[in-house]
Every structure is written in structure tokens, then in C-alpha cells.
């Protein structure tokens, strides 16, 4: 007897051991398709010119949508007392709607984002839309603009990056360093093109991307997102590390099954085992994380699962879409909205709301709501996990700034198991996921002390 479970505690510890191994055993670099064709029908000889691009949203759109905003509204009212907790308060997007009708003027709004220098050029089958901004001529400008990839998320735009570009394109003091930021909109997001065939997930748009930057004559360069944005820039800096000279995030989680592991032993483990002490709330207590995230994420399995379904309500009315990404926007920028009865929206928001309804008008009129939830369905994929990148880790020089209300966000330690070289881990004093928006000053400075720390490295 005694000697049989002895050979069962071995077996199963020999078992245990192999599992981990495997678990732990770091994946090939899958090689993707170079060459997919995401139009639709059969590839077709491309266009690769660049092309000038201005929103110009037809007055028939314009029109269209001031007839449903215009309809009575079919709202519920709120439960008392409930404010954000059941999601978009609708006292709150009554007078939010109210203001779209009256007091945003999109005429006027286009006409600032056409401020900034738009362009088209198509990707494999795909009319791929950004900004190109460039530091304006100027004698100052002593030293070469150094190519900057800046990538949004869901559920913004490039609107989210307005209020950071001249931050960045305008010659720092002192250093003289200044930035030429392209930010491409995703695939399926905005003015570029949605993909017609399944399957256009992070890496396929890392490789989109890479070939726009290509295009634009920049061989090697930097990369800097949140949300989606940081997935393909997490992706591209596992893919085309020698294209990468510097990848900054602010989000980010651990992606490696060792960071895993780390992120649940460290709950049982005593505090400072496994991570610094000072930043063991960001995981811990793991319970409270989890549940906090379980009942904000509800929108994440619908669109892993059935984006096409809600679509077509969000597609079809203004209000529906409004109130379907405010409540993003609430709860993403600070917790605690949820319990303001306007969900922080309307008094001392860090994002105007002029902002926040570009952003939403720009879903409209490009109808792209729901291409831009397929994303996820494309990302959770079973085709999708079984090219595991997360696991392969990248020796690009990272810097990571963990905003205080971020969504995600991770110890140093275990992200060090998939960024070997972490030049700079920050704790920004303010902001949260749409750090952009937020606090453009603030996450302009972390990005300029990240490129000036890897910078310094190169000339030493
Ligand atoms: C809703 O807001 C009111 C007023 O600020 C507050 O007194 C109440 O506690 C809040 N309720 C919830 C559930 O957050």
C-alpha cells in the first residue's frame, strides 16, 4: 500500500513537472501569411500610393443622423438611487443627447480634426487610414524627428491621440528631441477599412502596420499603445524586434503562463515574496480583481462571442451607441464613476464632451461599430490561441506606465517575464485607461523619459 503511493506521488509529481515544462517552454515565432488578401474576393493587383485623405461626411449622413437624434426617446428610467451601477443612467445620456442635438455642430468638429494631416493607402486589400503628424519647419529643429507609432484602442479612435500630437511633434526643451507620430486607425475602425474575411486579429495588424510604416520610409521606430493599441505594439515587439527601437505601453498584463503563475502564488505567498510590496495592490486582493473585472467585462464576452447580434441595435441607433460607449468612458477613467449619478461625465470629466461625441460620431459615421467589436472575436479565437506569442518574450527596450485607474495593469516583475528589458516602469500620479485623452502632459512626459533613457543607452 505504502509503496504504491509512492509510486503515485512520483508519477504525479513527474506529471506535474511535464506539464510545467511544457507550459513553460518558450514557442517558435510563428511565421503568418506575409501576403494576405483581408478585401473582398480573390487578391487583385494594389495601389500602394499614399493618398491625402479629409473627413468629409456627406450631408445626407449628417442629415440622417439628426433625424434619429431627433426621434422621442424610448428610455428607461433609472432605478433609484442606482446612478452608474446598471450600466449608462439615463437622466444622465438624456441630457447628454440633448446637448448632441443642440450644441455640437459637426461641421465645426470635422473641421478640427481636418486640422491635422490625414492619409489613405491600402494594405493588403484594406484602405488603411492615419495621421501623419510631423513637426512643424522650424530653424529650432536641430535634430531629426524620430518616428513614432502611436496606436488607439476600443472604444476610441485617433481622436483619442488630438490632444498628445502636438505634445509630441513640437521639440522638447533642453533635448531638442521631437517626434513624427503616424497613428493608423485599426482595421475595421474608423476610416479604415474592415477586413471581409475572418481571422484579421493583433499580429495580422502588427504586420499591417509594419508594412504602413515601411511605406513611409521608416525601417526601425517606436510603438506606443493602450488597450488594442498595446496588444498589436506587444505584438509587434514579439514579431519584428529588429524594427522596433523602443515599445511603451500603458496597459498591459501578464501575458506569460510564468507571470501567471507568479500573479497566483503571490496571493498565497507572504506579501513581497514575488513583487515589490508597494505594488501588490494592483493585483491583490487577486478575489476582489477578479470579481471587479468579471462584472465590468460582460461587454468583452458578448463581442468575443456575438458581435454582429448587438451590432446591428448600436448601427441602427445613435442613443443605443452613445450610451454603449459612455459607460466605457465612465467606468475606464476612475472606478468609482459608478456611483456618481452622471457617471462623472458631465462635472470635472477629464475628457471634454465635445471630445468624447467625436469619438462617437466618428463610430456612426463610419458605421463601424461593428467591425470594431469583431476584434475581439478575432483575438479569443480557438484558431487564434494556438498561435501563442504571448509566451515568447521580446528583448525590445519596453517602458510601462501603470496608470492609477487603469483597467489592467501589472507589477514589474511579472511583466519582466515577457519585456526582458524593461528601461523605465512608471506609476503615473493621474489617469486612467484613456491615458491619452486623460493626460496627455503626463503621458508625453513618460514617453519622452522612456525614448530619452533607451536614447542615452544607444550614445554611450
Ligand atoms: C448615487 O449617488 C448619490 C448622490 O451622490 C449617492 O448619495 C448614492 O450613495 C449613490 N448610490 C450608489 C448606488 O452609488
Redesign the pocket.
Known sequence: MARGFLLASVLASIAVAYTLMGLLRVPEIPSLPQNPWWGRGKPQPEDTSVRPFTINVPDEDIEDLRIRLALPLRLTAPLE???F?YGTNSDTLKQIIGYWKQEYHWKEREAKLNKFQHYKTKIEGLDIHFIHAKPRQNPNNVNKPIPLLMIHGWPGSFVEFLGILPLLTSPEEGSGRVFEVVCPSLPGYAFSQAAAKPGLGLQETAQIFLKLMKRLGHDRFYVQGGDWGAGVATQMATLYPENLRGVHLNMFRPQTTAGKIKQVLGAVLPSGTLMAKEEEDMVYPLLEHAKWLLGESGYFHIQATKPDTIGAALAQSPVGLASYLLEKFSTWTKRGN????DGGLLKGFPIALDTLLDNICIYWFTNSITSSMRYYAENTSPERAAIDTANIPSEVPAGLAAFPEEVLSSPRSLMAHKFHDIVTYTRPEAGGHFAAMEQPAILAKDFRAFVAAVEAREES
Open positions: 438611487g442606482a446612478n451601477t459608478v456611483r456618481q449619478p
